[in-house]
């Protein structure tokens, strides 16, 4: 834990209060906080971190209302300013109430922000700094977990109850003031129409499609319908009368974002059947959801590859990745843009790979006649250069290590106050800054040269081996393999103007 900007933050205790007024009362002077200052900067230029902040409190409150300092801390720690506070004990960042030391916590958990001691640090976001801080606060995330547990009883026993204690009603009904759904019935016609359209037969795009074209408004009242809401409107039980609960759950994640669980507690599921008024019949439900059975591709992790360039080919009109399909009532798969409104064409599967392989082969043929023309010494000269800038950085950087510590010293000795010691300290860390976005960008500088150079000497006996395996590869998946052992991309264009059905283009790129 060395070389990080810091803040560090000071407190005073009832201790120290109490130890203040006892030395007043003999005479003598004890500041609490010049004493723990002189202690914290020491331990900053033991480690070689950059102070940014000094924050000094001379209340000792409890709550974070009552101590301006802390509030202040807390804004620029949740702005990211600072990679640890520093202090000389952990309880100095707070002994109040529970909830406030809940804030504190979550303020450094989210902004990854470490605490750092005279003999020790905690990362909130590792099991033992986040035991260790939290130690004091058990007792709170306890009665915390119960309320949230009767909470969710409560919701489990409303449910169950049927009513639907969802934030919005679903599309076709509203709620009365007892929390139960009643029928709307302008949108439950829509309701019943799509699954009407899924029972003949069409797919959630194509009634997605109809939709909109019928200028009917979405849930969202957005013009244009989408696919994924009308696949929730099919699969969701509510609309054939049953009250459920729970049949989504999310597990929060430590960046605060959610994610689905894989295996549901079924504790936390309740379904009431006939719970209020249906749009569609039970049995139209039950057909619904066969329809989509039937029109859904199983999702089978074992199933073989099926597209030559999975992960490697790209629309070049709307970026997104080309699909395969390859159709009984077709002799040949072919590729498609499944993307709405882009009028790329498809093509037949056989012809592209035969062009990515006839470009390989003319690489390799154009390598062989110009081998010669490497210049191996001008990637040498250009490394020298690159590799006396990065040093001479570094010895930049060790300068200012030794300013760093002359500022502790003109601050220690009254030169400086601790306006112009952070003043000159921020400046140092500036430049420092600059110093590591330089080193960053001749680092990458260094190694697109290191990689060009060896590329010359790789790719020829590369290509070599790609194309002699790939004309004896087994299956599809090993294909794709060797072409990423080489390609980083292709981008396929083929415009609907193009009637030649040999007629299209394909840029090929490389891995670096």
Same mark, same amino acid.
């Given at each position: 834990?060395?070389?990080?900007?810091?803040?560090?933050?000071?407190?005073?205790? %009832?201790?120290?209060?109490?130890?203040?007024?006892?030395?007043?009362?003999?005479?003598?002077?004890y500041d609490t906080l010049g004493k723990h200052r002189r202690e914290l900067l020491e331990v900053a230029r033991r480690d070689g971190h950059n102070v940014l902040a000094i924050y000094e409190e001379v209340v000792s409150g409890e709550y974070i209302s009552e101590r301006k300092e802390m509030q202040r801390m807390l804004h620029d720690i949740e702005n990211r300013k600072y990679d640890a506070i520093l202090v000389i004990a952990i309880d100095r960042l707070g002994r109040g109430d529970k909830m406030e030391q809940g804030r504190i916590e979550r303020a450094?958990?989210?902004?990854?922000?470490?605490?750092?001691?005279?003999? /020790?640090?905690?990362?909130?976001?590792?099991?033992?700094?986040?035991?260790? #801080?939290? #130690?004091?606060?058990?007792?709170?995330?306890?009665?915390?977990?119960?309320?949230?547990?009767?909470?969710?009883?409560?919701?489990?026993?409303?449910?169950?109850?049927?009513?639907?204690?969802?934030?919005?009603?679903?599309?076709?009904?509203?709620?009365?003031?007892?929390?139960?759904?009643? @029928?709307?019935?302008?949108?439950?016609? @829509?309701?019943?129409?799509?699954?009407?359209?899924?029972?003949?037969?069409?797919?959630?795009?194509?009634?997605?499609?109809?939709?909109?074209?019928?200028?009917?408004?979405?849930?969202?009242?957005?013009?244009?319908?989408?696919?994924?809401? #009308?696949? %929730?409107?099919?699969?969701?039980?509510?609309?054939?009368?049953?009250?459920?609960?729970? %049949?989504?759950?999310?597990?929060?994640?430590?960046?605060?974002?959610?994610?689905?669980?894989?295996?549901?507690?079924?504790?936390?599921?309740?379904?009431?059947?006939?719970?209020?008024?249906?749009?569609?019949?039970?049995?139209?439900?039950?057909?619904?959801?066969?329809?989509?059975?039937?029109?859904?591709?199983?999702?089978?992790?074992?199933?073989?590859?099926?597209?030559?360039?999975?992960?490697?080919?790209?629309?070049?009109?709307?970026?997104?990745?080309?699909?395969?399909?390859?159709?009984?009532? %077709?002799?040949?798969?072919?590729?498609?843009?499944?993307?709405?409104?882009?009028?790329?064409?498809?093509?037949?599967?056989?012809?592209?790979?035969?062009?990515?392989? #006839?470009?390989?082969?003319?690489?390799?043929?154009?390598?062989?006649?110009?081998?010669?023309?490497?210049?191996?010494?001008?990637?040498?000269?250009?490394?020298?250069?690159?590799?006396? /800038?990065?040093?001479?950085?570094?010895?930049?950087?060790?300068?200012?290590?030794?300013?760093?510590?002359?500022?502790?010293?003109?601050?220690?000795?009254?030169?400086?106050?601790?306006?112009?010691?952070?003043?000159?300290?921020?400046?140092?860390?500036?430049?420092?800054?600059?110093?590591?976005?330089?080193?960053?960008?001749?680092?990458?500088?260094?190694?697109?040269?290191?990689?060009?150079?060896?590329?010359?000497?790789?790719?020829?006996?590369?290509?070599?081996?790609?194309?002699?395996?790939?004309?004896?590869?087994?299956?599809?998946?090993?294909?794709?393999?060797?072409?990423?052992?080489?390609?980083?991309?292709?981008?396929?264009?083929?415009? /609907?103007?193009?009637?030649?059905?040999?007629?299209?283009?394909?840029?090929?790129?490389?891995?670096?």
């Amino acid at each position: 834990m060395q070389g990080m900007n810091i803040a560090i933050y000071l407190r005073k205790s %009832r201790a120290d209060v109490e130890e203040e007024m006892k030395a007043a009362e003999r005479g003598e002077t004890y500041d609490t906080l010049g004493k723990h200052r002189r202690e914290l900067l020491e331990v900053a230029r033991r480690d070689g971190h950059n102070v940014l902040a000094i924050y000094e409190e001379v209340v000792s409150g409890e709550y974070i209302s009552e101590r301006k300092e802390m509030q202040r801390m807390l804004h620029d720690i949740e702005n990211r300013k600072y990679d640890a506070i520093l202090v000389i004990a952990i309880d100095r960042l707070g002994r109040g109430d529970k909830m406030e030391q809940g804030r504190i916590e979550r303020a450094l958990k989210q902004s990854e922000t470490i605490v750092l001691t005279p003999d /020790k640090y905690y990362d909130l976001n590792h099991d033992n700094g986040e035991f260790d #801080v939290e #130690v004091n606060s058990f007792l709170s995330r306890m009665e915390y977990r119960q309320i949230k547990k009767r909470l969710q009883d409560g919701r489990i026993r409303s449910s169950a109850a049927g009513r639907d204690i969802g934030k919005k009603a679903p599309y076709g009904y509203r709620k009365d003031e007892n929390l139960k759904l009643v @029928v709307h019935e302008e949108e439950a016609e @829509v309701v019943r129409k799509i699954y009407r359209l899924c029972n003949e037969g069409y797919g959630r795009v194509q009634i997605a499609q109809m939709l909109s074209d019928e200028g009917i408004p979405s849930p969202s009242g957005l013009e244009n319908w989408v696919h994924a809401t #009308v696949l %929730r409107i099919l699969k969701n039980p509510k609309y054939k009368g049953d009250m459920v609960f729970g %049949r989504h759950q999310f597990r929060k994640m430590e960046d605060g974002t959610y994610r689905p669980r894989v295996k549901l507690d079924t504790k936390r599921i309740a379904y009431a059947a006939g719970s209020h008024e249906p749009i569609v019949e039970p049995e139209v439900w039950l057909q619904a959801q066969d329809s989509i059975k039937k029109r859904t591709p199983p999702t089978n992790k074992s199933t073989d590859l099926v597209n030559v360039f999975a992960g490697l080919i790209k629309c070049k009109k709307c970026g997104r990745a080309i699909n395969v399909h390859n159709p009984k009532s %077709r002799p040949h798969a072919y590729l498609y843009c499944s993307t709405k409104d882009c009028d790329t064409k498809m093509i037949n599967v056989d012809k592209v790979e035969h062009e990515v392989i #006839v470009h390989l082969e003319q690489m390799l043929e154009r390598i062989q006649l110009r081998e010669q023309d490497f210049d191996f010494a001008q990637d040498t000269s250009e490394q020298e250069n690159v590799i006396e /800038k990065i040093h001479e950085i570094e010895r930049e950087i060790e300068k200012d290590a030794d300013r760093r510590n002359n500022l502790h010293d003109l601050l220690e000795s009254g030169v400086y106050t601790k306006e112009v010691f952070l003043e000159r300290m921020h400046t140092l860390q500036e430049r420092g800054q600059g110093y590591e976005r330089n080193l960053k960008m001749l680092r990458e500088q260094l190694h697109r040269i290191e990689e060009r150079a060896k590329q010359k000497k790789d790719i020829k006996p590369l290509l070599i081996s790609v194309l002699d395996a790939y004309k004896n590869a087994p299956t599809i998946a090993d294909k794709n393999k060797i072409l990423k052992q080489v390609i980083s991309r292709i981008e396929y264009r083929r415009d /609907k103007a193009w009637k030649n059905p040999n007629e299209f283009e394909l840029d090929i790129y490389l891995l670096e």
